[in-house]
């Protein structure tokens, strides 16, 4: 099952990115020469995705008008006139992502693939007679810009616990996931977390987790940015040393 429509969450204030976010939303601020909206959608493009929602409020109208000339994925926009949080994003957009499993993705989260590409490993993971959701989970120690306790357990299946009060998680949710559409019945109205919908999936055995084997860069403040550029750059000119003739 490969995924042809995505939901790409780009409505956040960025307010630990300040004072960078003051003059443009999170999405728009640029990692190693490009901006995390973009890369984003690139990832989502190359997994075959052909229709993409983005959902827009603060500074909405400068995503509206950076993608105006984008031409892959389709792109429609879902504007919030209030915040909505995760859940409450992808309620409001549900018309627009049709009756088959979707990719969700945080416009604000960069990654490198592995061996593979990570959004090709995660729609080969999931199994929809078992699955509500499907989480990309990142190695917490190994997340770069990242000094958290972690998000997740997960067992040798692929199902996911949370992390157990007072300790450290081996993984942590990087942003990117698969969602059906029915994890979403008898979801709240307003704004809601899909923290909430995750608990729902995992009390009933539906909620499991993809490990990605490349680099997660989590991109929460401006330090931390600088922090991924600098790792970025390293890699790239690792990579590139090894294909020198």
């Known amino acids: 099952m490969t995924p042809t429509r995505a939901m790409v969450l780009a409505a956040g204030l960025g ?13 728009l601020i640029a990692v190693a020469g490009r901006t995390m909206l973009d890369r984003a959608l690139d990832r989502l493009v190359e997994a075959g995705v052909t229709d993409a929602v983005v959902n827009a409020h603060y500074l909405g109208a400068m995503i509206h008008e950076h993608l105006a000339t984008r031409t892959t994925p389709r792109i429609t926009f879902s504007d919030e006139d209030t915040l909505l949080d995760t859940g409450g994003g992808v309620t409001l957009a549900l018309t627009h992502l049709g009756a088959n499993p979707f990719y969700v993705v945080n416009a604000d989260v960069v990654w490198l693939d592995g061996r593979r590409r990570a959004l090709a490993r995660l729609a080969e993971a999931w199994d929809d007679t078992h699955m509500d959701a499907c989480l990309m989970v990142h190695s917490t120690v190994r997340t770069i810009g990242y000094e958290g306790q972690g998000d997740f357990m997960v067992d040798p299946f692929g199902l996911v616990a949370r992390r157990p009060e007072g300790h450290v998680a081996p993984f942590v ?11 979403f019945a008898g979801a709240p109205k307003g704004a809601f977390s899909l923290n909430r919908l995750y608990d729902k999936a995992m009390a009933a055995g539906r909620l499991y987790a993809m490990v990605h084997d490349g680099e997660f860069f989590h991109i929460g403040t401006p330090e931390a940015l600088a922090e991924a550029e600098a790792a970025m750059g390293d890699i790239f000119f690792r990579l590139d040393s090894r294909r020198a003739p």
């Open 15 to 27: 307010l630990r990115m300040r004072p960078l976010t003051e003059t443009r939303p999170k999405p």
């Open 173 to 183: 949710f990087t942003g990117v996931q698969i969602l059906h559409p029915r994890l």
